[in-house]
């Protein structure tokens, strides 16, 4: 059984630019999510996705947007960096959503320079 | 709007000893709670998961309780080793069906296990 795979594992960006992450979800799981934690702080929900569709979002600007495949695997997209977007961002799947609890990959760590 | 706190936010003993991690949580409507341990700079691996209707889940060396009436959940460690250096953090899932797929997060709790 395979687990969540996350690439890249580092990326650095400059202001301004596009970035898009990517998430292999673990077999079997049909549902995926994506928080952004940054350094000492707890992880922040940003969406999930669930057939293909989003179907919850946490505090996060637009430029935040995400794809889930038919494979389930998911890419998220930060358009127009800033900063503070600067941080892990860490992929979650599951089956179900939420009954059997999530697990989660190694993350990206994402620099915006 | 539901709140996480875990306290302390460090702590370090020797090896050996037991210690317990606790967690608060400002509204009792949750789904489950989830215990998650994270290495420096790495992702977060899944302990414990217990549901709303659950009052304790034990794995190994750890056993994690869950009060939802006062709000609190504690994850009690049994002689503790060096290994278990690390962040850990819990995690709500709120109720409700507007909530799917939200965990909600505490800061966590650094451990250092000194041999």
């Known amino acids: 059984e395979t687990g969540v795979t996350q690439s890249p594992t580092h990326l650095i960006k400059t202001r301004g630019q596009q970035v898009t992450l990517r998430c292999s979800s673990q077999s079997g799981h049909n549902t995926v999510s994506w928080y952004q934690q940054a350094l000492g702080q707890g992880p922040q929900f940003i969406f999930q996705?669930?057939?293909?569709?989003?179907?919850g979002r946490g505090n996060f600007p637009p430029r935040f947007s995400g794809l889930q495949f038919p494979n389930y695997s998911s890419e998220l997209n930060v358009n127009a960096l800033e900063l503070d977007d600067s941080a892990l961002y860490l992929c979650a799947s599951s089956f179900q959503d939420r009954n059997y609890g999530y697990t989660f990959g190694s993350g990206t760590r994402l620099t915006v320079v | 709007k539901q709140e996480v706190t875990q306290i302390p936010a460090a702590l370090s003993v020797p090896e050996g000893e037991n210690l317990v991690l606790n967690c608060s949580f400002t509204?009792?409507?949750?789904?489950?709670l989830q215990w998650f341990r994270q290495d420096p700079g790495k992702g977060l691996t899944s302990l414990l998961l217990?549901?709303?209707?659950?009052r304790e889940q034990t794995s190994g060396r750890l056993n994690a309780s869950l009060d939802k009436s006062s709000g609190r959940s504690t994850l009690y460690i049994a002689a503790s080793q060096p290994g278990d250096s690390a962040t850990y953090l819990c995690?709500?899932?709120?109720?409700?069906?507007?909530?799917?797929?939200?965990?909600?997060f505490g800061q966590g709790t650094t451990l250092q296990v000194k041999p």
């Open positions: 996705y669930y057939r293909e569709e989003e179907n």
């Open positions: 217990i549901q709303s209707s659950q």
């Open positions: 995690a709500v899932s709120p109720g409700g069906s507007s909530n799917t797929g939200k965990l909600i």
């Open positions: 509204d009792s409507a949750i789904y489950n």
